[in-house]
């Protein structure tokens, strides 16, 4: 069962970044912004296994340097 709509989305931002951001990097930024989430969590996050909670939602976008909404989908762009 997914439990997230985001996890593909956190794995593409990452994948497409110059140059690509690392879960541990990802780890890393967050840790940075306060949010501690580590490797193990975001792996889980982008199987879709992890819920996501809103506030963790934000710092994730932050760090990734993408729209809150553009992780739900909801941005096409």
Same mark, same amino acid.
């Given at each position: ?15 497409? /970044?110059?140059?690509? $951001?690392?879960?541990?990097?990802? /780890?890393?930024?967050? @840790?940075?912004? =306060? %949010? @501690?989430?580590?490797? /193990?969590?975001?792996?889980?996050? @982008?199987? =879709?296994?992890?819920? !996501?909670?809103?506030?963790? %939602?934000a710092k $994730? /976008?932050?760090?990734?340097? !993408?729209?809150? @909404? ?8």
């Amino acid at each position: 069962m997914n439990r997230n709509v985001v996890g593909a989305k956190v794995r593409e931002a990452r994948k497409k /970044a110059k140059p690509p $951001i690392t879960q541990k990097d990802l /780890a890393a930024r967050l @840790e940075v912004l =306060g %949010l @501690e989430i580590d490797q /193990a969590k975001i792996s889980k996050i @982008e199987q =879709g296994i992890r819920p !996501v909670f809103d506030y963790e %939602l934000a710092k $994730i /976008a932050e760090a990734l340097k !993408v729209s809150v @909404e553009w992780l739900l989908g909801a941005d096409k762009t």
